[in-house]
């Protein structure tokens, strides 16, 4: 009954045992791991840029895709029915392309040896 009624009044304050609670300011301490430093934050455009010279072919794939798009569409809007589903077969050409380029380089970003 004694443990009972001094684990009740205990302050968690004074326990130099006793963690604090979640400090949403700083990120959790885990054991073994250390977080890499940021070296700068990135803007939309400075991260567009640096996505691009790693894996150029990605953009291209979307401009490809996103222009067989656009003149097909514009091709049958135009009643042209054969270069519509010409088109149509190049924007599927150029979707695949794109993903291939995306398998390609999460491959190529995982095999590469840690600095």
Same mark, same amino acid.
């Given at each position: 009954?004694?443990?009972?009624?001094?684990? !009740?009044?205990?302050?968690?304050?004074?326990?130099?045992?006793?963690?604090?609670?979640?400090?949403?300011?700083?990120?959790?301490?885990?054991?073994?791991?250390?977080?890499?430093?940021?070296?700068?934050?990135?803007? @939309?455009?400075?991260?567009?840029?640096?996505?691009?010279?790693?894996?150029?072919?990605?953009?291209?794939?979307?401009?490809?895709?996103?222009?067989?798009?656009?003149?097909?569409?514009?091709? @049958?809007?135009?009643?042209?029915?054969?270069?519509?589903?010409?088109?149509?077969?190049?924007?599927?050409?150029?979707?695949?392309?794109? !993903?291939?380029?995306?398998? @390609?380089? !999460?491959?190529?970003?995982?095999?590469?040896?840690?600095?």
């Amino acid at each position: 009954m004694d443990a009972a009624s001094t684990s !009740v009044g205990h302050d968690p304050s004074s326990d130099p045992n006793q963690t604090a609670a979640f400090d949403l300011s700083r990120p959790p301490v885990i054991d073994g791991f250390t977080p890499l430093p940021r070296s700068k934050d990135e803007g @939309f455009n400075d991260k567009f840029i640096r996505k691009t010279k790693e894996n150029p072919f990605v953009p291209i794939g979307c401009f490809g895709t996103a222009c067989a798009l656009t003149y097909g569409l514009i091709a @049958f809007r135009r009643g042209k029915t054969q270069q519509s589903q010409m088109m149509m077969r190049a924007r599927i050409f150029a979707q695949g392309f794109t !993903v291939f380029a995306l398998l @390609f380089g !999460v491959a190529s970003t995982a095999l590469k040896p840690k600095q």
